[in-house]
């Protein structure tokens, strides 16, 4: 948890408010360990009364660390994935690219970032996170060769294979700019709109390179390939190395393209298949398209007992000033003075993660096409009813509730 995270957890406990968390970033660290560890140092573990887990490898791990109290943790998976299996497949949303093109994901924010000056800003981020000063040098070296080992890597591949169309999606976080002198070549898009399970469904093959949308790749029924003659030991990363086809070079790279586009795409075996069933299992849990359904359980038969207040330190005074400008100036006008004093770059990845009411209804109708018994909900802005309400009011919070066709929307 980032300590703004942190702060508003304590000011829920000490509100008498329970704190249920559900990853839906990510999993960080390259192990399960590794990721254990880097939850139960982040300050927040102990806040949790119940934490919704990916993957049986990160339950284990988080049971062995111990800084997550155990009876928090149930295995749920993460509802993302639940995308990835029937009904809910058929409800992801079309690409702007027809169907068969080669998607290209790149994962390089660290130095090459959307939403900061650059790799040394990405690097304190790093340092906070636990790493140490040497691994974070080594992976931003190393990161910086890579990345303009896949440029390069791309530029050849264009020419060679002219009439089949590469889509590059970069890292939601990734800067755009340093691609776009490939987009002269008329067989390659750049995109970064939409989520990654979107792209894969309509893709031929999936290039990578330690990016994990090669596990979501060999959900989804396509195969992967990883860029091997890029990866070092800073930058690897097990799970989406050991669902991948690698390939040593770039022209062993176009050698596997050659055959896909001729035969088809690689065939796995059944060891192979095994050995990726374990790795989801390790780190997703089960692909089942019921995740969603557990973590709803999950949350309803919790039973915390007690009281939730926990004595925690005292707000910070940026926290108490930050409290009491939402008290007296109102939501709307807090926002404003924290968007003319913050970083612009806070403020840009904030943006970038907003969604709007037409966005939410338009999910609502793909999901209830897909699975028509189901009782029908819908979106509306939600309206405060009281001065205070108002007051507290965002202006764009959303409302989900179900359809009382008598009455019309909620």
Request: charged fraction near 20%; proline fraction near 6%.
């Amino acid at each position: 948890m980032s300590d703004p995270t942190i702060s508003i957890c304590c000011a829920y406990r000490r509100a008498g408010m329970r704190v249920c968390v559900l990853d839906t970033e990510g999993a960080g660290g390259k192990t399960a360990q590794e990721f254990a560890g880097m939850v139960g140092q982040s300050g927040g573990a102990t806040l949790c009364d119940l934490y919704c887990v990916w993957g049986a490898g990160q339950f284990a791990a988080l049971v062995d660390d111990g800084r997550v109290p155990p009876k928090a943790l149930r295995l749920t998976g993460c509802p993302r994935y639940d995308y990835c299996a029937q009904p809910w497949l058929n409800a992801l949303p079309s690409t702007s690219v027809a169907p068969g093109f080669v998607l290209v994901n790149t994962n390089f924010p660290v130095v090459n970032p959307r939403f900061s000056s650059g790799a040394d800003g990405e690097k304190r981020s790093m340092l906070q996170a636990g790493f140490t000063v040497e691994f974070a040098d080594a992976y931003i070296r190393d990161a910086r060769i890579a990345l303009d080992g896949v440029i390069a890597m791309l530029g050849q591949l264009l020419d060679r294979f002219p009439e089949q169309r590469f889509v590059l999606r970069p890292h939601p976080f990734e800067n755009v700019d340093v691609y776009k002198s490939l987009t002269v070549k008329p067989n390659f898009l750049l995109r970064q709109e939409g989520t990654s399970i979107q792209w894969l469904k309509h893709c031929a093959l999936l290039l990578h390179l330690n990016c994990s949308t090669a596990v979501e790749a060999v959900m989804l029924g396509r195969e992967a390939i990883s860029m091997a003659w890029l990866d070092t030991p800073a930058l690897s990363v097990p799970a989406p190395t050991q669902v991948s086809w690698h390939a040593t070079s770039v022209d062993e790279l176009a050698a596997m393209l050659e055959q896909t586009f001729a035969d088809g795409r690689p065939r796995p075996d059944k060891q192979v298949v095994m050995r990726r069933n374990q790795i989801i299992s390790d780190v997703y849990h089960s692909i089942d398209g019921h995740c969603a359904d557990r973590v709803a359980d999950a949350l309803v038969q919790y039973d915390g007992g007690g009281t939730a207040k926990l004595e925690t330190a005292s707000p910070s005074l940026r926290g108490r000033a930050v409290h009491w400008s939402r008290q007296l100036l109102g939501y709307r006008n807090a926002g404003w003075l924290r968007r003319w004093i913050s970083d612009s770059s806070v403020e840009k990845r904030r943006i970038a993660k907003q969604f709007t009411l037409p966005d939410v209804n338009a999910t609502l109708v793909r999901l209830t096409a897909v699975t028509p018994q189901a009782t029908g909900v819908g979106a509306s802005q939600h309206v405060a009813t009281s001065i205070d309400g108002i007051k507290r009011s965002s202006g764009t919070a959303i409302r989900i509730a179900r359809i009382d066709h008598r009455s019309g929307p909620p």
